[in-house]
């Protein structure tokens, strides 16, 4: 780990500990929680699992994924946490099963909404940290699983099949954590009961990379113990080398997430923070809810759609994509207003789509709350946020500039010289949240 990763982490606990010293119950944010558990790349262990890079591209292409947190949490709408927040024994919360009966189910609608929303792929929640698989699973302990429930069927089966139906790649959310077991959190005090849990987790890997044909991306979560430390620090336990190894003889080309303790073939980052700072060297992803929790709650604080797009333009100039979240509620149904901004961002995509997928970020590096930029062949692509004034100054690109045009149809009047390139465009011109420029370069001079 790098002497600065090490010393904001150092921070980062000290100011975790000042807030329960000051608090009697803290508010740990999912933001601090994910920095504590997500900094963990090791890239000593097991590098040769590492996807290479041609089998990485069309991740990378891909840009925008719709990820979706669904399961028995969705009944009692507090969120996916419910369970473990607010004490339910796993006899009592089992209970939840019987009750789990989504008439509305319709897998074909979600990936059509994604697919509406310009998303390339999809994860599901195969199973979350309450134990409960929304897939077949031998493996699972308790027969905790969707086709014991009132739903009595594979959920996960007939989704994989309308999300490639729909041309989108399929992902599967896993979390090795399991509630249940009072092993996870005293792993070295109850051995017979950490034994099974870890049983249960090769066991459903296997499984869920064996049921469903070819799965393109693994979103593992909560490789860490007792909710402590990172993923990585749990690795004595978990094996992730031993367990990645499995998952990559089931499915060679699969695109691993670094929550199992393994630092996986890209970086996640969770939560609303603002996205800034350089280009990355890794791929990596930022995902956020659309709504205020992962799992269904009432709809409150909903994400417009031109929030998500900035979060989208500010992962893409920066080597990143982005995982969107829906909370379906019990009955399989989308709440609205999560629809409504997806739909609002496929529509922002289609216009201005050619400027993201399948793009690199650069040349330049992106400014902080300014702009950033995207490139393919001969065309750049300038994102402007904001404005410094009636034209924008930027740095000497690389390459003869033959063209700038404005992919809104306004105009947008430019000039280059030994300074750089500068543009402007009307103030009434200007688009919210982005201003979408393409500039060409000839292709002799790149
Ligand atoms: C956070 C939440 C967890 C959720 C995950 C998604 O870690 O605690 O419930 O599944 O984010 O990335």
């Excluded at 987790?201 to 469903?212: D, F, H, N, V, W």
């Excluded at 402007?424 to 060409?440: A, C, H, K, M």
Aim: glycine share 8%; charged share 20%; net charge neutral.
């Amino acid at each position: 780990m790098k002497p600065s990763r090490l010393l904001s982490l150092i921070a980062l606990a000290c100011s975790l500990l000042a807030g329960i010293a000051l608090a009697a119950e803290p508010q740990v944010s999912d933001e601090q929680r994910s920095a504590l558990k997500t900094a963990n790349a090791d890239p000593t262990l097991a590098p040769d699992l590492l996807l290479p890079a041609e089998d990485m591209a069309w991740w990378r292409d891909a840009k925008f994924g719709v990820f979706v947190h669904w399961g028995l949490y969705a009944i009692p709408a507090k969120g996916e946490w419910h369970m473990f927040n607010d004490k339910v024994p796993a006899a009592e919360y089992a209970k939840l099963a019987q009750r789990f009966n989504p008439q509305h189910y319709d897998p074909d609608a979600w990936a059509q909404l994604a697919a509406d929303g310009g998303a390339r792929y999809m994860v599901l929640t195969a199973r979350h940290h309450d134990g409960f698989s929304l897939f077949a699973s031998k493996a699972s302990w308790g027969q905790f699983d969707a086709p014991h429930s009132a739903a009595k069927r594979d959920l996960v089966a007939p989704w994989v099949q309308a999300v490639r139906r729909h041309g989108l790649r399929v992902g599967l959310y896993y979390s090795p954590l399991d509630w249940r077991f009072p092993a996870y959190f005293h792993p070295k005090e109850m051995p017979e009961n950490a034994r099974e849990l870890k049983q249960q987790t090769y066991g459903q890997i296997q499984e869920l990379m064996s049921q469903y044909g070819r799965i393109d991306i693994l979103w593992y979560d909560g490789g860490w113990l007792a909710h402590q430390g990172t993923d990585a620090d749990a690795a004595w336990f978990w094996e992730p080398d031993r367990l990645n190894r499995i998952v990559r003889k089931l499915q060679p080309k699969i695109v691993i997430n670094p929550r199992s303790g393994w630092q996986g073939d890209f970086d996640t980052v969770e939560g609303d923070a603002p996205i800034e700072g350089p280009i990355r060297a890794r791929p990596w992803e930022k995902t956020f809810s659309i709504n205020g929790a992962w799992g269904y709650v009432p709809e409150g604080n909903v994400k417009s759609a031109d929030q998500v797009v900035d979060a989208m333009v500010n992962a893409v100039v920066r080597n990143g994509n982005l995982l969107v979240n829906l909370g379906p509620d019990a009955d399989g149904v989308v709440p609205p207003k999560q629809s409504e901004t997806l739909r609002g961002v496929g529509r922002w995509l289609h216009r201005y789509g050619q400027a993201v997928y399948g793009t690199r970020p650069g040349p330049l590096q992106p400014v902080d709350g300014i702009y950033g930029m995207t490139q393919r062949g001969d065309k750049r692509y300038l994102f402007v946020q904001r404005w410094p004034d009636a034209e924008l100054a930027l740095p000497v690109l690389p390459g003869k500039v033959t063209g700038v045009r404005n992919l809104s149809g306004d105009k947008v009047a430019w000039r280059d010289g030994p300074q750089g390139l500068s543009v402007s465009v009307p103030t009434s011109r200007r688009g919210e949240p982005f201003t979408v420029l393409e500039i060409s370069i000839a292709a002799d001079s790149r």
